[in-house]
């Protein structure tokens, strides 16, 4: 009975002391929110003080959540590498394949034109430059190079990157020139679209795609199809690569470029030799003459010569008679 009488007896003193409790909860969270909501210069300098020093004394607590997140985010970095890595072993994986195949390619085709006793063209030789400056403008494309005329550089010649053409020389001076890139409004190039072989003219309008005009038949071309250079002109080598076909959303046909104009450091001047040029139309062929005099060719309608054996046989032909024996008769 005493046991039941202390545990009533300590009962009914916790009730009112958690009642009390709750009561000064509500009011403190009362206070500070019409203390947080008040706009008074002197309650916002008393809120910036009991910032200032009850955030400061709390960094042991917000030191677990800085850890935990820093943790969280390399462990996302952490998956991140671990993906592009497998991604990247897949490529190489990939390339080795497709290095092994261009290297059996590359041995039978040079039997096969060993077979057919191919005659190419001697490999271009080339200049290597470095891009000093971009000299372009918004309507204008190009950059100068370190090379001039004093390394034999001449207006015209095609400009290549690692990759593909990048435009063409416009403009020499002793120690520099400049090139007009594709993009440029001012850059026409003859090209062919493969695999369906047809010629177009690649038009640059100072935008990143240019554009592909004068083509035969447009609806023949499709969007990934390769386009290299053309030799119509003799300004460009042909075969250059250039880009791949992209349709645009105005539905235009335009050209994704090979060569990357935001990573210019080195560009290749092609020496480009003018093609050699056939003026005459020929000469009369003559038969071969055999040691004496040619011999006339006979008439069309001249007879074969007859054997003497029928010469008897053949009467001989009348003499002309006389004006005196026609009178006489």
């Known amino acids: 009975m005493a046991l039941a009488s202390e545990r009533q007896t300590d009962t009914d003193y916790v009730r009112p002391l958690r009642r009390?409790?709750?009561?000064?909860?509500?009011?403190?969270l009362i206070a500070v929110f019409l203390v947080w909501?008040?706009?008074?210069?002197?309650v916002e300098r008393?809120?910036?003080?009991?910032?200032?020093?009850?955030?400061?004394?709390?960094?042991?607590a917000i030191a677990p959540v800085?850890?935990?997140?820093?943790?969280?985010?390399?462990?996302?970095?952490y998956a991140r590498i671990m993906e592009q890595n497998q991604q990247l072993r897949r490529e190489l994986q990939q390339m080795r394949a497709w290095r092994e195949a261009a290297l059996q390619l590359e041995q039978r085709n040079a039997e096969l034109l060993d077979l057919n006793q191919v005659r190419l063209d001697p490999q271009l030789t080339h200049v290597t430059g470095v891009v000093m400056a971009d000299s372009g403008s918004p309507f204008r494309n190009s950059v100068l190079l370190n090379v001039g005329a004093r390394d034999g550089l001449v207006d015209g010649w095609a400009v290549m990157d690692g990759l593909g053409l990048a435009g063409r020389i416009a403009g020499v001076g002793q120690r520099t020139?400049?090139?007009?890139?594709?993009?440029?409004?001012?850059?026409?190039?003859?090209v062919v679209v493969q695999p369906s072989g047809q010629r177009a003219m690649l038009?640059?309008?100072?935008?990143?795609?240019?554009?592909?005009?004068?083509?035969?038949?447009?609806d023949d071309l499709r969007p990934g199809d390769r386009v290299v250079s053309s030799d119509d002109g003799g300004v460009f080598p042909a075969g250059l690569l250039v880009g791949e076909v992209v349709l645009s959303r105005d539905r235009r046909l335009r050209v994704r470029l090979a060569v990357d104009y935001g990573r210019l450091e080195f560009l290749r001047v092609l020496r480009s030799r003018p093609l050699e040029e056939i003026s005459?139309?020929?000469e009369l062929i003559l038969p071969p003459e055999a040691?004496?005099?040619?011999?006339?060719?006979?008439?069309?309608?001249?007879l074969p010569a007859m054997p003497d054996l029928m010469a008897p046989n053949i009467a001989p032909p009348f003499s002309p008679v006389p004006d005196a024996a026609r009178t006489d008769g």
């Open 291 to 302: 040691g004496g005099a040619p011999d006339t060719p006979a008439p069309e309608d001249a």
């Open 177 to 190: 020139s400049r090139v007009v890139l594709l993009t440029d409004s001012a850059s026409r190039v003859p």
């Open 203 to 218: 038009s640059g309008d100072n935008s990143a795609f240019p554009l592909l005009d004068f083509v035969e038949d447009p």
């Open 46 to 60: 008393f809120r910036m003080a009991v910032i200032d020093a009850v955030v400061p004394s709390f960094d042991w």
């Open 20 to 28: 009390i409790f709750v009561g000064l909860l509500a009011v403190v």
């Open 280 to 282: 005459s139309t020929g």
């Open 37 to 42: 909501r008040i706009d008074s210069p002197r």
């Open 66 to 77: 800085t850890q935990a997140t820093a943790l969280l985010d390399d462990f996302r970095s």
